[in-house]
């Protein structure tokens, strides 16, 4: 049976914490990816109305969002949407911790603590001490050179690094499913830390509920510069002819 629920921000999301619960041996876990950030609150409204909740079956409920530009008040925004969907549901002090209660709530933010980072940044690092890894630096350096134009998001990165795989699939959630990147890096250490604790009641993990420490995780700066290429990257041909 299924006791507890992971609410995350879309299917990419499922599907990298879905590896993340399979590689750790973690069951009874469904997940509800809400298919955007502000999508939160309904979607728990929601389940909460389900017979499952009603009846006392689900005992822990899980909200994972990104940091994007702030992760203080991604976490807050989580926790506005878990005060707005059922006033039974608490809300824990900070991120990477549980409430207590028949229904337990945590929440954790997917980034670095200085204030960025997404699920693009956290998988990619995972693969950053691959020897072949810097060459998707020289890639883009490459490009800036001849063209002026900087490219240099967690996402194109993330995208050129898939592209040298066979079956190439430019989802993280996919490449999730194909064993594209390290479950074993230390970036994802804090949020397999946290996801082991699905399994017991203690409330305090010991740890920042923000993402991968500052030493650990890459990141990219996507700052708008002269020259930046302007239109928005898709592997479709037809729809780069917009402008490409």
Partial sequence: ?????????????????????????????????????????????????????????????????????????????????VDKADARLATPKNAGEFTNGSTRVGIYIIGGPDGTGALEDT??????????????????????????????SAKAKMRVWLASHEDFDPRPGAAAEKGCWNSNSPVFDELKTFLRRLENRDTQPGLSGLGPSENQIIRF????????????????????????
């Fill in 1 to 81: 049976m299924e006791t507890k629920a992971i609410f995350c921000e879309g299917k990419d999301d499922e599907l990298v914490l879905k590896a993340l619960c399979d590689h750790l041996g973690l069951k009874g876990i469904r997940f509800e990816p809400v298919r955007g950030k502000d999508q939160f609150g309904k979607i728990l409204a929601d389940f909460t109305k389900l017979s499952e909740f009603v009846k006392g079956q689900i005992d822990t409920i899980v909200l994972i969002g990104d940091a994007d530009i702030d992760p203080k008040a991604s976490f807050q925004r989580l926790c506005s949407a």
């Fill in 123 to 152: 998988c990619l690092a995972s693969v950053g001490a691959e020897p072949e890894f810097p060459c998707v630096g020289e890639y883009f350096d490459c490009i800036t050179r001849r063209s002026g134009r900087t490219l240099a």
């Fill in 221 to 244: 700066s996507a700052a708008k510069k002269p020259g930046i290429h302007q239109c928005h990257w898709n592997p479709s041909p037809r729809i780069a002819t917009h402008g490409c």
